[in-house]
């Protein structure tokens, strides 16, 4: 007997016959952005914009953001509305102080709060942080200093050193958080098999083209470190190297400190597994899957890189890009 079709459901508001909704989330993305396409809208830039998704009976909310630009064209009465959540504000905000010589700068302040002082800057309020190392930055006689830059990248030049992760969840609160694009022995959120029809296709790929197995880190002047590890993956002594120069380290410590924890992140053989699955709302970055299928060798435990989900006229569904 077939199975019942299941009933698209949406619940965007200012919008009139809408054709399509096209979401896109990944974990190393400064933001999340929905690209909406109706025929109409009452809708105007900079309006805070929420929906949910899904099945009639399986849905929940997926985008909190903004509205950042809108296209409409004739004859085909197709508007394009293209929506970017809270961490658009930060990409927004370039810090350039009135005098250059007194730019944002804070001494002897833990990660946390610098990271919240900088997204302040960016009128960002709803801010939650769980990070496992207590940092302190800006300890040296001038402290740490920001000008003439985004506050989104400033925020990620403190994230990036300690191999953390700041993104904005589907709420809109920004979470600064020591997230790896990998599984460990994190819990698994969902199971997916070519049995069923939640897993529609896949393809497994393994390179060494992310691996780094030396890391280099240049600081303030005379403050450097380095970190190194034989890989399995590469020619016997050879080394691929990553570089990270920038004078907010300010110390030896914390110099070896981001180069040893970016080469724990970087040592790694890239495999990736890009899959398309019946849609779920509740499917998103950060998130972790087992997959069971053995022709592409890829059954085991998998960390949900980017989400690009599709919600048309057809039916909903989500091609996925997991690492491990």
């Given at each position: 007997m077939p199975s019942t079709p299941k009933i698209l459901y949406?619940?965007?508001?200012?919008?009139?016959?809408?054709?399509?909704?096209?979401?896109?989330?990944?974990?190393?993305?400064?933001?999340?952005?929905?690209?909406?396409?109706c025929e109409s809208t009452t809708l105007n830039l900079g309006d805070s914009i929420t929906f949910s998704a899904?099945?009639?009976?399986?849905?929940?909310?997926?985008?909190?953001?903004?509205v950042r630009k809108i296209e409409q064209t004739l004859p085909e009465y197709k508007t394009l509305i293209i929506c970017e959540d809270e961490l658009a504000k930060a990409t927004d905000y370039f810090i350039a102080s009135d005098d250059p010589d007194k730019p944002f700068e804070r001494k002897s302040i833990l990660t946390e709060?610098?990271?919240?002082?900088?997204?302040?800057?960016?009128?960002?309020?709803?801010?939650?942080?769980?990070?496992?190392?207590?940092?302190?930055?800006?300890t040296g006689s001038v402290g740490v200093k920001f000008n003439l830059t985004t506050a989104y990248q400033a925020a990620r030049?403190?994230?990036?050193?300690?191999?953390?992760?700041?993104?904005?969840?589907?709420?809109?609160?920004?979470?600064?958080?020591d997230v790896k694009p990998y599984w460990t022995s994190e819990s698994i959120d969902f199971t997916w098999t070519l049995a069923t029809n939640n897993l529609m296709t896949i393809s497994h790929e393994r390179s060494t083209e992310g691996?780094?197995?030396?890391?280099?880190v240049y600081g303030s002047t005379g403050v450097f470190a380095s970190a190194s590890?034989?890989?399995?993956?590469?020619?016997?002594?050879?080394?691929?190297?990553?570089?990270?120069?920038?004078?907010?380290?300010d110390n030896k410590a914390l110099a070896q400190q981001t180069a040893d924890l970016n080469l724990a992140r970087f040592n790694?053989?890239?495999?990736?597994?890009?899959?398309?699955?019946?849609?779920?709302?509740?499917?998103?970055?950060?998130?972790?899957?087992?997959i069971t299928e053995t022709y592409t060798n890829t059954s085991g435990n998998w960390f949900i890189y980017q989400v690009e989900s599709r919600f048309d006229n057809s039916g909903f569904k989500q091609r996925l890009v997991l690492t491990k």
């Open positions: 949406h619940n965007i508001t200012g919008v009139t016959n809408l054709k399509s909704i096209t979401l896109t989330e990944a974990y190393n993305a400064a933001m999340s952005t929905a690209t909406i396409d899904g099945f009639s009976g399986s849905y929940g909310k997926m985008f909190t953001g903004y709060n610098l990271i919240h002082d900088i997204l302040d800057q960016a009128q960002i309020t709803s801010y939650t942080y769980s990070v496992p190392l207590s940092v302190t930055w800006g030049s403190i994230v990036d050193a300690l191999a953390w992760s700041i993104y904005a969840d589907r709420n809109g609160t920004v979470h600064l958080a691996l780094r197995n030396r890391v280099v590890v034989s890989s399995a993956y590469l020619p016997a002594g050879f080394y691929k190297t990553s570089v990270m120069a920038t004078p907010i380290i790694r053989l890239t495999e990736r597994l890009m899959i398309e699955i019946e849609g779920d709302y509740l499917v998103e970055p950060r998130k972790f899957a087992t």
